[in-house]
């Protein structure tokens, strides 16, 4: 099983040298990966109709990860850099197309891009992109990012896109990791359908039902189960003892990696975050099949 880290950029509030700190520290503890999450946009919930219901407001810090991942990539050498995830149909897709074609050049191979839809329609609304449309636009930018990262030029005509012999260049020398991440049964439909691993988060017997539907749209579409990532970002895990009895229910459901979550339990400083990091590894050593880093 793989094992990664959340970055804890919600507490960490845009400090400038924390995202090299944590990023060099998840590599040389041993982590496979870091993961960052994304909003563009914050926004207070009081009087909203319809009332937005995910967590974050106004008060929380996110960096944009294409500039993250630019740095860490110059300051690690073998760490995964995954999103988990970018609201992408909030993004214009050539755009983001080429912003991970660079990451993934500059970092030799090493984005893993997941993509989801979001909550926050007041961030939409800022970005000039319609709510409504998200999901099957995500559906469309899925399919558009592969052609534009393989083909030298691109002619599409779709429901949000119109391109005419026209390419990103320089392009990546494969086609990136896209991973899927929800709780719906239409995000998971897309996992099974199009996405190349998925990202869950939360309660564990949620996360295993979910995969359980995951499976089911693989098989439907005829697609293998082998080489399939599926996380679970431990968000529950308020604990070392909690991070490794998840990891080890995760592990045995057939999951093949997961997150660890430092935010939230009291950590007043990178140094902290790290320390909980290392005694987080050192048991999930000790008792899990871990994969070792590449």
Same mark, same amino acid.
């Given at each position: 099983?793989?094992?990664g880290a959340?970055y804890?950029q919600?507490?960490t509030?845009?400090?400038p040298d924390?995202?090299g700190e944590l990023g060099?520290?998840?590599?040389?503890?041993?982590f496979?990966s870091?993961?960052?999450?994304?909003? &563009?946009?914050g926004a207070?919930?009081?009087?909203?109709d319809?009332?937005l219901?995910?967590?974050?407001t106004e008060e929380d810090?996110?960096?944009d990860p294409?500039v993250?991942?630019?740095?860490?990539a110059?300051v690690?050498t073998r760490i995964?850099?995954?999103?988990?995830?970018?609201v %992408?149909?909030?993004r214009?897709?050539?755009?983001?197309?080429?912003?991970?074609?660079?990451?993934d %050049?500059l970092s030799?191979?090493?984005l893993?891009?997941g993509?989801?839809?979001?909550w926050?329609? &007041?961030?939409?609304?800022?970005?000039? &992109?319609?709510?409504?449309d998200r999901g099957?636009r995500?559906?469309?930018?899925?399919a558009?990012l592969?052609?534009?990262?393989?083909?030298?030029?691109?002619?599409?005509?779709?429901?949000f896109?119109?391109?005419?012999?026209c390419?990103?260049?320089?392009?990546?020398?494969?086609?990136?990791p896209?991973w &899927?991440?929800?709780?719906?049964?239409?995000?998971f439909?897309r996992g099974?359908t199009v996405g190349?691993?998925?990202t869950?988060?939360?309660?564990?017997?949620?996360?295993i039902?979910g995969l359980a539907?995951?499976?089911?749209?693989l098989?439907a579409?005829?697609?293998?189960e082998?080489g399939f990532?599926?996380?679970l970002i431990?968000?529950?895990?308020?604990s070392?003892?909690d991070?490794?009895g998840?990891a080890e229910r995760w592990a045995a459901a057939?999951?093949?990696?997961?997150?660890?979550?430092t935010q939230?339990?009291?950590h007043?400083s990178?140094?902290?975050h790290?320390?909980?990091?290392?005694?987080?590894?050192?048991?999930?050593?000790?008792?899990?099949p871990v994969?070792p880093?590449a």
């Amino acid at each position: 099983m793989k094992v990664g880290a959340v970055y804890p950029q919600n507490e960490t509030r845009g400090a400038p040298d924390a995202v090299g700190e944590l990023g060099r520290a998840v590599e040389e503890l041993g982590f496979d990966s870091i993961l960052f999450y994304d909003h &563009v946009v914050g926004a207070d919930h009081a009087d909203r109709d319809p009332p937005l219901w995910g967590p974050y407001t106004e008060e929380d810090s996110f960096h944009d990860p294409f500039v993250a991942f630019g740095y860490l990539a110059a300051v690690t050498t073998r760490i995964e850099l995954a999103t988990g995830v970018l609201v %992408l149909p909030q993004r214009q897709t050539v755009l983001v197309a080429q912003q991970a074609a660079d990451v993934d %050049l500059l970092s030799h191979e090493r984005l893993r891009l997941g993509v989801g839809t979001g909550w926050n329609w &007041v961030e939409y609304d800022a970005l000039g &992109v319609p709510f409504a449309d998200r999901g099957s636009r995500l559906d469309e930018q899925i399919a558009l990012l592969r052609r534009l990262w393989t083909e030298p030029l691109v002619t599409f005509d779709g429901g949000f896109h119109g391109l005419d012999r026209c390419c990103i260049n320089p392009r990546p020398t494969r086609s990136i990791p896209i991973w &899927v991440g929800g709780f719906s049964e239409a995000a998971f439909r897309r996992g099974g359908t199009v996405g190349d691993g998925y990202t869950f988060a939360g309660d564990v017997d949620d996360a295993i039902a979910g995969l359980a539907r995951v499976r089911h749209h693989l098989t439907a579409s005829g697609r293998p189960e082998q080489g399939f990532g599926t996380e679970l970002i431990l968000t529950r895990a308020r604990s070392v003892d909690d991070v490794l009895g998840m990891a080890e229910r995760w592990a045995a459901a057939g999951g093949t990696g997961i997150s660890v979550i430092t935010q939230k339990l009291g950590h007043d400083s990178s140094s902290a975050h790290i320390d909980y990091l290392g005694r987080v590894k050192e048991a999930l050593d000790a008792n899990l099949p871990v994969e070792p880093p590449a």
